[in-house]
C-alpha cells in the first residue's frame, strides 16, 4: 500500500514537472508567427578599393542609395539598391569630417549621422559626402561620449546617442545640448532603465526609443516622454542569454521597419531576428557561414520604405540584401 502510494506521488510530481517544462518552454521560447524574409543578393569582399570593406559596421539607408560605416577604413561607403559602388567620403584622423571608427549609422531629413567610436563624436554629413558639423567631445559628462555606438534623430533634431563605454543613452538637443539620459554613468545594472553597453538606438514613428542593451543580450523601449515602457529578450530580460527563439547573444544593432516591425542583429548567433514592437517573437532569418543568406556575425541593419532588409555581415566583409516572404 505505501508502495503504491510513493509511486503515486512519484508520478504526481513527475507529471507536475513536465508540465513545469512544457510551459516554460512555450512561455520564454515563442515559434515564429510570420513566413519571414528571402535572401536576395549580397556584395563587397576585404580590401581597401571602392566597394570593398575592412570590417563594415554601420548601415542607413535613404530612398535609394546604402550607406555603411567601412571602420577600418575610415570611411562611408555608398551604393545604390542593387550593391553597385556609388562614391565614398571619410578620411581617417580627429578633424572635422574626419573619422577613427564608424559605427552605427542613421538618416534624417537628408542628414547622414556617424557615431564616432574612436572620436567619441557624432559625425553629421549631407547625403554627397559634405561635411557639415559634429556634435560632442569625450568624456563622462552630459553631452559627452565615452565610446558612442549608435545614433537616432528625432524629426524635430534631437540626437539620441547609445554611449557604450558610459553604460547609458543620451538625448541631446540638435546643437549637442544635453535633455536627459536612461541609465546610470559607467554603472552596469540588469533592471529596467539600466544598461550594459548599449550598443544601438532607434526610434518609432511615434517616437519611442528602442535601445540595444547589447550585453545584457536584449532589447529596451521607453516611451516619447521618456519613462521605462517595456524589455524583451530572454527569461524575464536579465541578463540570460541564448539561442533560442526571442533570445540573443549580443543585440548588435536595431532598426524599425516601415510596418513596425523591430528587426536586431544577434551578433554571436549569426542571425535576423524580428519582432512587433511589444516584443512578440515573429521570425528569425540566417545561420552561421560564408555562403548565400549566412552570416558571421551580422552588424548593421536597416529598412527600406518597399521592406527590402540590408544587413552587414561583419566577419564576412559584405553587405546582404532580403526580401519580405509574400
Known sequence: MKQKLVFKITGGLIAVIILALIGGWLAFVPSAKEAGYKFVSAWGTKGTGSGEFNDPIGLAVSDNEVFVSDSRNARIEVFDYDGTFQRSFGTRGDGPGQLGRPMNLTIRNGELYVADYFNDRIEIYALDGSYLRSVGSTGDGPGQFNAPGGVAVAQNGDIYVADFYNKRVQK?????????QWGTTGKIGIWAGQFNYPTD????????????????????VFTPAGDFSHKWGGPFAVNIKGSYNGWFRTVSSIAVGPAGRVFATDFNDHRIQAFRKDGTFLFS?????????QFTYPLGIDVARDGTLFVVDYGNNRIEKWHPVK
Open 172 to 180: 541631446l538637443k540638435a546643437d549637442g545640448s544635453f535633455i536627459r
Open 201 to 220: 538606438v532607434v526610434l518609432g514613428a511615434d517616437g519611442t526609443v528602442f535601445a540595444a542593451d547589447g550585453y545584457n543580450d536584449r532589447i529596451q
Open 285 to 293: 532569418i540566417g545561420q552561421h557561414g560564408a555562403g548565400p543568406g
